[in-house]
């Protein structure tokens, strides 16, 4: 019963055999072959604008490279409190960047304009502070949340009013499209975001996610960037032929709608134990949970892998002495009846 | 005829299955999988000692990782002028420690104890000047040469003697032991190399290089750099898979010995031309040559995939006006009967 | 009324007459010289030890340069979230060390052993969050507090059990120390302090902090941190004289003594307005009020200079809707006749 | 006889009464106070147009900053080999801009625009080097030798030309005008120059040197950078006082024409002695000049101070063993009565 992340389990087979089929021959090294053209123009295709698209290696790179376009040394990004770039990034962004992150609190994974409204209008020390120059948003967030269009709406348009760009991370941008219902540009650029780190890893590919820029000329230099950051593969095809297959009729989509599917059906079977509580509503492929430790321990024993979880938890429902704050994840290759195992354990084991 | 990199070749086939096997169940991410365990105990077994070894996806990522553990931001490295971390990273190296290259000049592409003296010796500006740290020696080096373990041993007693550490950029590392018919241990930490930079990709992986210490002290807090740098994967099976298959029954050597001979045989066929001149020894899987720039065209409008080489060349012989400095190179695919060609092609158009 | 800040004051006279006097004939240049050999010695003897003390000239490049030598790409430092480090000095520890701040918070300006033990115990992330390497505490603190020598000895063992290292920002050491009534030495190296910033600009200097480091191996490489941060003076004698003079039959402490006194003196003063609320200790030179905004902008009118104070404020004390955060401060400068003419105003002005 | 450098002595007198003439009463603090506006503003009059000037401390920290405006972390900034910024920093605008430097040749301590057009013809990469964005030049040189205005002119368009930014190193810019003869305007961004760092430290300042944008946008986030830096500082006034001082009624330019006549009267000397040459024209206040070492030593045994000077040399002149490449520096301090008794020494001496 594997619930503890969904880069536990391997690679989507289709994108295992893209991979196998792009070795033959010679090709232009560096990012220059034909499948990753073809995968930037397929990105491009799937945005329904002109995007500069970089394929990399890893989230980390993906966030720290994009913010690096747009914070420099003095500057701050802003983000949520538990946001990955904050807490588990190990400082990438800072690296690549020279810049800092600030981040804010938010109930329920999620930051609203007003906070960020509230923080922008507060500063007074100048050139003592670092200077605001984007804010990040994970979708979907750290606790498995959805930003609907009309919040993200509204955070960018505060920020472009202020100056600031709107970068998106979206280590799991699938699963929270494939909730949200509507088309990638709908969810991105046409809701003001300016750059993103558009995942693939965790939902399909063995090591694979993008760097989209909007609006081209932020791009500018960004392959220096990519190389300086040791990102540009040499052998580029096997990204190139991974992306290729990870968006190929859907497949993106597919994988994400039933790791989706499987958390909603996990949430709905944790909740048979009424020891357990779902803090947070299960929006993409992650259900948070409030639970007796002693039930965790006990789930533990039993063969279920899931994590306690660190931070402060959802900011709205208090996590009583006795009780611990839980992540599940599902992914593509999560099962039906994985899924029920793991409900039978835990209502059989009570509290 | 594909000679323009031993990276615009896909990967070994026996390294592709492997990654494919790895693909079926549940693992532990971040690298703590069973095989990347395992690979990292195999490279402690073929260094014959203990090792602390850390898999990554770039060579750039590899050289810069290495280097920023024993290089602060006042500190400088010296490599030879031509150095890959010098011309071919984009300042890598300079954004993951903070610190600075220094160039040097040595002939036929390397460098030589009494290079390295001179210039510690010359030195006076003390704070003034950034403190030198290591030496970073390239093996087989940027000219297609191998350091004898005579060489590195006074290259690295010399830095012992002042403080410095020694890296070796073994991107091309097999192709310089098979040609040293020694072990890898007396290639390194027994001829006095600190720390390795292991290449995999260009003799047969997808993606992977590896980080060895042979001090494992000074990898200390190595897990943090890497992770910060973007080079975690987090389905880290993916590489340990890779690794165990290149060194499994020796497959790194064979591929290796495979590419040092089609580029002896190479060097041997366009030596038929009289207007091409091979300035330095072929001792790895690189040919450079000094050909006439009207030949280098001809070549290249006959389908002969080779690269114009930038710099200053041998050092020893000098490139006329109307002729040009190329590099040719060869891979663990390259064919016996793609080398008789280009050599047939080369005799056939003369100067 | 001049209460906005103590660099709102220009020189000391015994000061500025050190360095007309340090400007005759020649000397050596970038600290060699015998003002600054005789202030590095001062520095020692104050101390009671052998130490390594390099002069700098702001109080942002002492904290920065210090903490550089501690924390490295991937290293955090912890300090209190209103700490000048992380508010006021707009990335620069980040910019030298390349590492980040984590702010905590702590009531009254302080952190306590138990915040920082308990923080220390919640990581469970690994490499995957930046590596906790130091503490910086800021005596007098940003709310013009005073560490107890118990507090520091507590908040320093914790440290040392954890590898932690301990930072003292002092720029306004002078003044917790004349609170203190302790030696320089029982203040800081005494209760587990490896590095601190020992400033002198604020308590009569013009330009001028020192970093000191009690265990002078850290400090080994100190001189190159400060040349390539831009903070050695060619001219150094400029800074040798003005630490000889500072510290010169404790011109410090009697600096830093009178600027408490007119500091207390305030906190009587403005008491005298029921409406003025002053919700931490005076305990340095520093007043922290809560006043009514009216109250505020009637003082500012009459020619009082002070400032509204960003951030959380004492965390203990509620500032209701109307009211604002301020604060006055108070130098070697500020005279009886100032303070009681600001008492008298606020006392007429009502609420 | 002090001709070791222009740092070893103090400051002009009226700098120094400025700076104490500037201590009375309260001011702006962090560089808005009056001594400093005005400071700006002078500055603006005597480029002849708006400009954005910084006071900042030191020469290094002016360059750093300056470079770091216009070079990213992926960038290079062109320079000749042995330029201070080179040379001399410690990586200091390695530090501050992420980016590298690239070290070109050039005889007599002067780039030509020919150097640099090869230099950039000859790229061939792309993302694999890091990316040209600026040149700096050393106005007057580190060989005491003075680019021309034609001369800057036509540097300034091959970079105009190909997108970099023109940097002038002017820690010694007053030496190189009284040269010149030209006004300041004509001999900076008249003929292209874009940023310029203005030295004061050298020709009379205490600790002063300012940042000059001839283009205000590049300095548009300048204060954060500067702030960043450490080199804010808090008691601004005291380094406005400097730079009005040092501009009223000409005295940086009758420092410098002191200086430079000086040293001219200084080579003239030097000659009689027919054992030294004097390979570079004198042409501010430095004169280089290769002699037997015998000669040096008999020289510093006598009391004349003075450097053995690191680096190629010239390039023009050999130096042949048993004789040593050395500098004098003179200053507005030196007295002709100084030159002519080292003049009478070395003749004395012999070889």
Redesign the interface.
Known sequence: M?F??D?????H?AI?AA??E?????????GYDTWTIGAEAALASLFEREVAAFL???????N??AL?TIC?????VLCHTEAHVN??????V???S????TGLWGDGGKLTAEIVENWLD?L????????PVALSITQSSELGTVYRLEEIKRLSEICRNRGLKVHMDGSRFANALATLACSPAEATWKAGVDIMSFGA??NGA??LEAVIFFDPALAQ?F?????????????G??LGAQMSAYLKDGLWLKNAACANGRARFLAQELRRNRSIRIPVETEANEVFAIMPRRLFDALQAKGA?FY?W?GKGPGTDVIEPGECFVRFVTSFRTSEDEVKRLGNLAAELGS
Chains 1, 2, 3, 4 share one sequence.
């Not at 990399?56 to 993906?62: D, H, I, N, Q």
């Not at 420099?72 to 701050?76: H, I, K, L, Q, V």
């Not at 190389?227 to 593969?233: D, E, F, N, T």
Request: some cysteine; hydrophobic content about 30%; glycine content about 12%.
């Open positions: 594997e503890a992340s880069n536990a389990v391997g690679a087979e295992l991979v196998a792009a070795n033959s021959g010679s090709a232009r090294s560096y990399v290696m890893t989230g980390t790179a993906a720290a490279l690096s420099p040394s003095y500057g701050t807490t588990d990034e190990c400082g990438a800072e690296l690549y020279g810049g800092r992150l507060a007074i020390r100048g050139e003592h502070e670092s200077k890893t965790k063995l090591m230099d392959r220096y960037r990519r190389k300086q950051a040791g990102q540009l593969l040499s052998k095809r096997f892998h306690e660190p």
